[in-house]
């Protein structure tokens, strides 16, 4: 683990360009989730006769670290999200200090003494930090405890429209949920969510991406990208990413291979179905997939080609066996489709490969791309 090592890079940068570098608080730059998820251990394992003070100090600047932050009046940039309470002018004036863990209300003064009995403007000041991090956007109307993280909201349209009109605002900006794209934006673009770490489950499971503002006026440009380790991460990444576009024989065969288990699938995903929804997680559908069809591919990106997702973005199984149109096979200006098959015919043995388990020959013939 390289958290401390990140962090010190992190924090050099602003003390050098402090115009240049801002740092947001995030729900992870909490004590709770510090000691919950290995932060403190890290520490511990590599500063052992110092780390109750490192520990000490890191929680100290976590609690500094603003809870967001304003570009040209209008874009307001936030780790989790909004509720319909959500003020900037209120924010601004709250002493983020005293928060060392948002994860409970708090308890002390400004003098470390016990709060017996909180006002409800402590509870009011303390939700408006629980939101910040801890909220999520949903599709539909409304506003709800996020009670799948335990803290925060789901917020709807109608919310955002409220929130922003109140506050002048043209665009929210937040991060706190992987995309398979990198980002995403809902809320009648109003919304954007960046999640910049890449292959965050497994290699290929999704994109990392960040935006470039150049105006307030004007739309951002979204940068998308893989961190690859080596050249042999980099093949299996180049695997991935490109099962999207040209493999069309590939993608046949692996319809035929849902179609050949539908059965055994249908069994396996209504196994997890206790609710009979008709509908499970994606991490449930991939799971299930790959160790029906034992294949090792990136389920994640080709999850939108082969099932469909209900309003709460859990996947509708049943769509699976619907025969989803296949892509077009893309080739470049340059060259006419036999040149772009051999262009790309180490890609498309790996998918065959990956299929073709008993190296018989019979699913495809390896003869067609020599």
């Known amino acids: ?16 360009s402090q115009n240049a570098v801002y740092i947001n608080r995030g729900n992870h730059e909490d004590y709770v989730m510090n000691t919950r998820y290995g932060f403190i251990k890290e520490i511990c394992s590599k500063y052992n006769s110092h780390s109750k003070k490192l520990s000490i100090l890191y929680n100290e600047i976590f609690s500094w670290l603003p809870l967001g932050t304003l570009i040209d009046s209008k874009i307001y940039v936030v780790h989790g999200g909004i509720s319909d309470r959500t003020m900037l002018a209120d924010i601004v004036k709250i002493k983020r200090e005293k928060y060392v863990s948002v994860l409970k209300p708090p308890i002390l003064n400004d003098d ?26 949903k599709k539909t109307p409304g506003i709800q405890p996020n009670s799948f993280r335990g803290g925060g909201c789901l917020f709807g349209e109608d919310i955002t429209s409220s929130i922003m009109e109140k506050n002048n605002l ?6 706190h949920e992987c995309k398979e794209l990198g980002y995403e934006y809902s809320h009648g673009n109003r919304i954007l969510t960046l999640f910049s770490a890449s292959n965050y489950y497994e290699y290929g499971s999704n994109h990392g991406a960040y935006c470039r503002i150049t105006s307030s006026d004007t739309k951002p440009i979204i940068v998308q990208f893989y961190l690859n380790k080596d050249e042999d991460i980099k093949k299996s990444l180049s695997l991935r990413e490109r099962v999207n576009g040209i493999e069309v024989s ?18 396996e995903y209504e196994k997890i179905d206790l609710d009979n929804r008709r509908s499970i997680s994606v991490n449930d559908w991939c799971k299930v997939t790959g160790d029906v069809l034992e294949l090792k591919l990136p389920w994640r990106i080709l999850r939108s080609r082969l099932a469909k997702l209900d309003k709460d973005g859990r996947v509708l199984y049943e769509s699976t066996f619907e025969g989803l149109s296949l892509p077009q096979i893309k080739i470049r200006n340059d060259e006419n489709i036999s040149e772009s098959l051999y262009r790309n015919k180490d890609i498309l043995e790996s998918i065959f490969r990956a299929i073709d388990k008993d190296h018989s020959g019979k699913d495809l013939n390896k003869k067609n791309l020599n």
Request: proline share 2%.
């Open 1 to 16: 683990m390289k958290s401390i090592e990140v962090s010190l890079i992190i924090f050099c940068g602003f003390l050098m």
């Open 112 to 137: 470390g003494e016990i709060i017996k009995d909180l006002t409800i403007d402590d509870v009011l000041e303390w939700r408006q930090i629980l939101d910040a991090l801890w909220s999520d956007p």
């Open 170 to 175: 043209s665009l929210i900006i937040r991060s």
């Open 250 to 267: 590939a993608i046949k065969h692996l319809l035929e291979k849902f179609a050949a288990n539908k059965k055994r699938l249908l069994q």
